[in-house]
């Protein structure tokens, strides 16, 4: 049979011993003054009542050696009381971190994913963050409600409960350690400030993550951009563009919607195109039962860049492009540039990402 070890702290300790002095404090009191204390029982009520210093007054000590048993009493009291307080204040503190809901706890969580504002993301989104970072993601929402508890608890995601542009909010999300962070535009009067306010702050905890935000003010994007954001969306833009094509050229929403909900639609930025022409990359794709729709210029980051010149260091090779390249970034002059479709004789040059999309077996 095995014994389960109980710990003790230290007030608990004194608490159990100050209880046994306050039986032998009521034991000494009938034999010091037994006219004043004629039981056991009406000497422990008094030993109480001094030890908690409420002091009633009905029975008291009237000898020298009674009063000193009663001023260790009192003393006792007080820190036994502060004792008291203390190991039940813990107590509850511990039943309240223990109670925290597996949602809550991310303790130890890094190169995760972070998304501010996604109040009830459906099932097809979350599973295509979910291949990428399985369980390592935190949703950020100002309230709890009944339909985003049911998802965490369903997808087994983590929760930080605020306003996403609060610092402390961000820190309990551990945006320090995040991989990548979304921020989601709520659409109210001052959503676009709230969110140009986001990644300062999150820039200023982590300036190596790659932040995406949504926005609905196209003048917000230039700031955005000073301020570190690697990535914009502007859902009023799209809208109004699908809005539009739809008039002009009916349907185009649903090629549209297609394309952005096909699982074959990729990015891909290991291949073996560099310094050849589209014509060729696209032809070779196509032997692979692939098609490639274009050409993403700059899809590197500052730190990768840092990477490929550590590593020019140590075995040697071309370094000033590198150090150019990496000043640009600082000073926010190279940006993504998407070609859908260049010209055959277009060169794809380094640091090229290919967009492709894979052609269904059947």
Not at 65 to 86: D, E, H, N, S, W
Not at 241 to 252: D, N
Not at 261 to 282: L, P
Request: some cysteine.
């Amino acid at each position: 049979m095995k014994i389960k070890k109980i710990e003790l702290s230290a007030g608990s300790v004194y608490i159990i011993f100050y209880l046994c002095f306050l039986i032998i404090a009521s034991l000494l009191m009938t034999f010091i003054e037994p006219q004043n204390f004629n039981s056991f029982f009406e000497s422990f009520w008094w030993s109480i009542v001094t030890a908690s210093t409420v002091g009633y007054g009905d029975v008291y000590p009237h000898s020298h050696l009674g009063k000193i048993v009663a001023i260790v009493l009192i003393i006792g009291g007080m820190v036994a009381v502060a004792a008291f307080t203390a190991t039940i204040t813990t107590r509850l503190i511990q039943i309240n971190i223990f109670a925290k809901k597996d949602y809550e706890i991310m303790d130890n969580l890094k190169d995760h994913l972070v998304i501010c504002g996604f109040k009830t993301p459906k099932k097809e989104v979350l599973q295509s963050f979910k291949n990428h970072y399985n369980n390592n993601i935190v949703i950020v929402y100002p309230e709890l409600e009944p339909e985003l508890e049911n998802v965490l608890e369903k997808e087994g995601l983590k929760y930080a409960h605020g306003e996403y542009n609060d610092e402390a909010v961000l820190k309990n999300a551990r945006v320090e350690y995040a991989d990548k962070i979304m921020i989601l535009n709520m659409h109210d009067e001052y959503a676009d400030a709230r969110v140009l306010e986001t990644v300062i702050v999150i820039r200023s905890l982590n300036h190596k993550v790659y932040i995406i935000a949504e926005i609905n003010d196209p003048k917000y994007e230039n700031y955005l951009l000073k301020s570190g954001c690697n990535e914009i969306i502007m859902s009023e833009e799209y809208n109004r563009f699908l809005l539009s094509k739809s008039i002009v050229e009916p349907g185009m929403s649903k090629v549209v919607r297609n394309l952005l909900g096909t699982q074959n639609f990729h990015i891909v930025t290991k291949h073996n195109f560099i310094n050849k022409s589209y014509k060729e990359a696209f032809e070779e794709s196509s032997k692979d039962r692939k098609i490639l729709l274009g050409i993403i210029q700059n899809y590197v980051t500052e730190n990768e860049l840092k990477k490929i010149l550590l590593s020019k260091l140590r075995f040697g090779g071309e370094l000033q492009k590198y150090k150019d390249l990496i000043n640009k970034f600082k000073r926010n002059e190279i940006e993504m540039d998407v070609l859908i479709n260049p010209k055959d004789d277009y060169v794809i040059p380094e640091f090229s990402a290919i967009i492709i999309m894979e052609r269904k077996n059947g």
